[in-house]
């Protein structure tokens, strides 16, 4: 009885444990699900809202995946030898070629060409559609076209966020950008090309990238799988490079004359537990603090008197503490912010009242 007893908990706790895995919320950038792909050479990624697309500028074959496993469903050929870009629209699969800059509606029904335009650019290396556009990523003039997807009509352009940028796709409302080198993924507006959040790529070589089902698809080059990145979330950030440290400061103050430093009181800011940061310690001072307390805008501080310090001499105090710290990424979606009306009175009062304020 007793064994069945001990049995029964710790199949209990394996439950709890598994169940807390399953509903930790993501944060930007989590992989939700990977998988690897049929072929050695992948470039554009492209959803036609059932399935997803996928280049291979070497074999220029296109394969048709299920995005729940990977499986290939459908192989064809590419309308041309360098497949780099791919975007779904207009019923039609578009394929950029960026040797020749040449763009390609293909209808998959058929595998016929209906129609095709030269971009603005030889390198026209991604592609995405969305509100009845076509946007193209040109790397050898480094800049983000939209245009008419029927004949390549220039309607606007602005310069990529970054040299390296490999591919872009359309969420409905917001263009997102790989960076093969820096190995981020930026969201960027489609008007203005400001970048509004970046996310740190799932793998060594962000190639193509598609939006699928709600989240961000992004093919890795040299890793050759497909990973599916939650962008929304109750989580706001994401951690990187957690690591403990034991952090000390240090406070010096050198009195070089010629008058008396008088009655010198020091109050400064002591660390507080924050998303990226968990102390591990309590901290150690090399003088005692006269006392501690929260400041008006409940910030942890600790006083101390260090009295007068003549001319020629210094007063210096130390402490530190062990903690768990991290690099902490925010993505903040502009739509989901409120207004300054949205803060609650009395923080807007105490927090925003004296600083200038941009909109």
């Known amino acids: 009885m007793k064994h069945s007893s001990m049995r029964i908990s710790l199949l209990a706790a394996a439950a709890l444990l598994l169940f807390a895995h399953a509903t930790a919320p993501a944060a930007p950038g989590d992989v939700k699900a990977s998988f690897n792909i049929p072929c050695y050479y992948p470039s554009g990624l492209a959803s036609d809202g059932k399935n997803l697309y996928l280049a291979d500028w070497r074999s220029a074959k296109l394969y048709a995946l299920s995005p729940a496993d990977g499986s290939v469903l459908r192989t064809l050929d590419a309308p041309t030898l360098k497949p780099r870009g791919l975007a779904f629209g207009r019923d039609r699969l578009f394929v950029s070629d960026d040797h020749t800059g040449f763009v390609y509606a293909l209808n998959l029904e058929s595998g016929i060409v209906d129609w095709s335009f030269q971009a603005p650019g030889s390198g026209a290396a991604g592609l995405a559609f969305g509100n009845g556009r076509l946007f193209i990523l040109e790397r050898s003039s480094k800049k983000i076209f939209t245009v008419i997807p029927e004949d390549g009509t220039i ?54 990238l598609a939006w699928h089902d709600g989240d961000l698809w992004n093919v890795d080059f040299q890793n050759r799988k497909i990973y599916r990145l939650a962008t929304k979330g109750e989580t706001k950030y994401r951690l990187s490079d957690t690591r403990e440290a034991r952090v000390e400061y240090l406070w010096a103050l050198n009195n070089y004359g010629p008058g008396e430093v008088k009655d010198l009181v020091l109050n400064i800011a002591l660390p507080d537990e924050l998303p990226n940061q968990t102390l591990l310690s309590d901290m150690a001072f090399s003088i005692p603090p006269s006392s501690t307390g929260a400041d008006a805008w409940d910030q942890n501080c600790a006083k101390f008197e260090l009295g007068d310090v003549p001319a020629g001499t210094k007063k210096a105090m130390t402490f530190h503490v062990n903690a768990r710290v991290s690099a902490i990424r925010y993505l903040i979606i502009p739509e989901e912010t409120g207004s300054l009306r949205d803060i609650p009175k009395d923080i807007r009062a105490s927090a925003a009242g004296t600083f200038p304020k941009w909109c």
Do not use: K
């Open 155 to 208: 309607l606007s352009y602005f310069d990529v966020p970054d040299n390296a940028c490999e591919s872009i796709c359309f969420d409905g409302r917001y263009l997102w950008v790989s960076n093969r080198v820096a190995d981020e993924i930026y969201m960027v507006d489609p008007e203005s090309g400001m970048v509004i959040g970046i996310l740190a790529a799932p793998g060594p070589y962000a190639a193509g």
